[in-house]
């Protein structure tokens, strides 16, 4: 008699604690995407090429895809970077050393948010949208001029 009236509210608190485990663990991934696009992004070029806005944005899908995020989240993911540094670019390859920037993800409400989680139970938490911003500094090299004439 007691577990016919307990197992239903343990049930609920069973799937409300996998779907809150669920969350934490689709924050890391996208934690790590970012700082997977910001590293792309600091190195300024990557085998010689130039580093733009959709290499970085490549670079974080590409880890979305591979860590096991659906299709419909990593295509509906908004990535953006944002320089906060007082130096005017747009795209990495033009920072200048230890420019801050901001690698922002994220997961709109509707479908893409909606394919990250538990089929049955939908709606256990409020959360309807994720996002993640990882701060990090530009690594590219400084601009020395070596001039013709030697100092001896």
Not at 6 to 27: A, D, N, S, T
């Amino acid at each position: 008699m007691e577990a016919a009236a307990v197992m239903p509210v343990l049930i609920i608190v069973m799937f409300g604690i996998w779907e809150v485990g669920r969350l934490i663990q689709i924050k890391q991934v996208l934690t790590n995407a970012a700082r997977e696009g910001a590293r792309t992004a600091s190195g300024a070029y990557v085998n010689g090429t130039p580093v733009t806005v959709n290499t970085v944005q490549s670079a974080v899908k590409n880890y979305l895809t591979s860590a096991g995020m659906p299709t419909a989240a990593v295509n509906g993911a908004t990535i953006e970077l944002i320089n906060q540094s007082p130096n005017s670019w747009t795209n990495p390859s033009d920072a200048k050393p230890l420019d801050s920037f901001d690698v922002k993800i994220t997961i709109p409400e509707g479908t893409a948010f909606e394919s990250l989680k538990l089929g049955a139970f939908k709606r256990l938490t409020n959360v309807r949208s994720m996002s993640v911003t990882v701060n990090w500094q530009s690594a590219s090299d400084s601009l020395i001029v070596v001039g013709n004439d030697l100092p001896f």
